[in-house]
């Protein structure tokens, strides 16, 4: 559909059938109705319990590293920890950051297993961010990188405090949304979203507990 003809649906939602996780039955998933994008939510796909003792664990365990990135002459630390993981192969640029993937943990396998059902791939890497409070963010962007291809498929997974996800188009000014991204929600992005939006996660002056995002991908240099 041309973009001017779903101008009027940007803030609308369609529901889609729910999957069912026994015993755990998540919420309804969602779709993003917006021009040039397929945007899917799944909330609270996994249960409260689940989720804590994921967000434990990753907290605990993963090799959590501060990245700096080159801004006019000068190196800056990202406002965020990071890590890269996955297949041996899957090496990953971006903004100037070459990542070289730590082998999958269990509980990074065992999210996995639960996302690639939902995107319908098999993903070989994640990038995970620690948001340490609300000073912490990503500015707008888009994972659109050479190595992802030219459809990404991307899993967002959220695990601790609820943060705000913002949406914007590249080529259409006016064209915004933003979402609550809550503990134990996935959000899928594929098809044309990558290419036409941008995303974020904005600082917030608001007092926040921690956030830990993961983003399952597929890099394809390394098949």
Known sequence: MHLKQMHHQLSLWDAVEPVDRQPFKPLSPYCLVLPDAEITLYPRWFGAAEADALWVELHQTILWQQDTIRLYNRLIPLPRLTAWYGDAA???????????????????????????????????????????????????????????????????????????????????????????????????????????????????????SPRINLTFRVIHSCR
């Open 90 to 208: 899957a090496n990953y640029t971006y903004s100037g950051i070459t990542m070289h993937p730590t082998p999958w943990t269990a509980a990074l396998l065992r999210i996995k297993a639960a996302i690639e059902p939902l995107a319908e791939v098999s993903f070989n890497s994640v990038l995970l961010n620690l948001y340490r409070d609300g000073r912490d963010s990503v500015g707008w962007h888009s994972d659109d990188e050479l190595e992802l291809g030219e459809y990404p498929v991307i899993a967002s997974v959220s695990l601790g405090a609820t943060r705000r996800f913002g949406l914007r188009h590249k080529f259409e000014s006016s064209w915004k949304h933003s979402l609550e991204l809550e503990h134990g929600t996935v959000l899928l992005m594929r098809g044309l979203t990558q290419q036409c939006w941008q995303h974020q996660i904005p600082k917030t002056t608001k007092p926040t």
